[in-house]
């Protein structure tokens, strides 16, 4: 039973490093986002999707790209990393459609960039 | 926009004390509550959720009212234990999907 899986765990990277951070969930969700994770701040809405080929901006989105290729992943794209993105990162998934569906939540992605 | 502000932590109490965290929010329209709980080292899980006014959600001893005339949704519990300690966040639900908008966190420590 994984439910919403991240991948890596922990992840350092220079400034100006691109990476890609991995979002797998096997419950057929069609509604999947990413947030990130900050001390004092809770947790902030970067990208959402409503299904496959369908993505759209959170409140926090620059320097940060999405797709939705499929029901299963949706992966977040650091393009040119900045110590600003230090942070956790967290990818969920619910339905579509039911506003008090519960959101599954992955492990975490902890990034560090220097 | 919609907003969810927790009450000021840290929280800092002892084994069997009373618990509560405050959580208002602001919203369009009438959003689905929740609170979310985060073990160190862990994602967030859901802990309990309401969907309309005077509902009440309950889990594990926890417990919160969707009050809509002050708009609040505080947490409670009435004897905690060392395995409470966590990050407690409160949120609000999109009413169209399931978009969330999460309060601030607080974090709960709970000596022996």
């Known amino acids: 039973n994984a439910g919403v899986t991240q991948t890596p765990k922990f992840q350092v990277l220079k400034t100006g490093q691109s990476m890609t951070l991995q979002c797998a969930q096997d419950?057929?969700?069609?509604?999947m986002s990413w947030y990130r994770q900050d001390p004092g701040m809770g947790l902030r809405l970067i990208h959402y999707?409503?299904?496959?080929?369908?993505?759209d901006q959170g409140e926090v989105p620059n320097g940060y790209n999405v797709s939705r290729s499929t029901t299963e992943d949706f992966p977040l794209r650091l393009l040119s990393a900045a110590p600003s993105q230090t942070s956790v990162y967290f990818c969920?998934?619910?339905?579509?459609?039911?506003?008090?569906?519960?959101?599954?939540f992955g492990q975490g992605t902890r990034l560090t960039v220097v | 926009g919609d907003s969810v502000t927790q009450m000021e932590g840290p929280v800092t109490l002892s084994e069997e004390a009373f618990l509560t965290i405050n959580c208002t929010y602001t919203?369009?329209?009438?959003?689905?509550l929740f609170w979310y709980v985060q073990y160190p080292g862990e994602g967030l899980q859901l802990l309990l959720k309401?969907?309309?006014?005077?509902d009440k959600g309950s889990n594990k001893g926890f417990e919160a009212t969707y009050r809509k005339e002050t708009t609040s949704f505080h947490l409670e519990k009435g004897s905690v234990q060392v395995s409470d300690s966590a990050v407690y966040f409160c949120?609000?639900?999109?009413?169209?999907?399931?978009?969330?908008?999460f309060g601030q966190g607080t974090i709960l420590t709970v000596h022996p």
């Open positions: 949120a609000s639900g999109g009413t169209s999907y399931g978009k969330l908008t």
């Open positions: 309401a969907t309309k006014a005077d």
């Open positions: 999707s409503v299904g496959a080929g369908i993505t």
């Open positions: 969920a998934s619910s339905y579509v459609g039911q506003g008090n569906a519960e959101a599954f």
């Open positions: 919203a369009t329209g009438y959003p689905s």
């Open positions: 419950m057929n969700h069609e509604y």
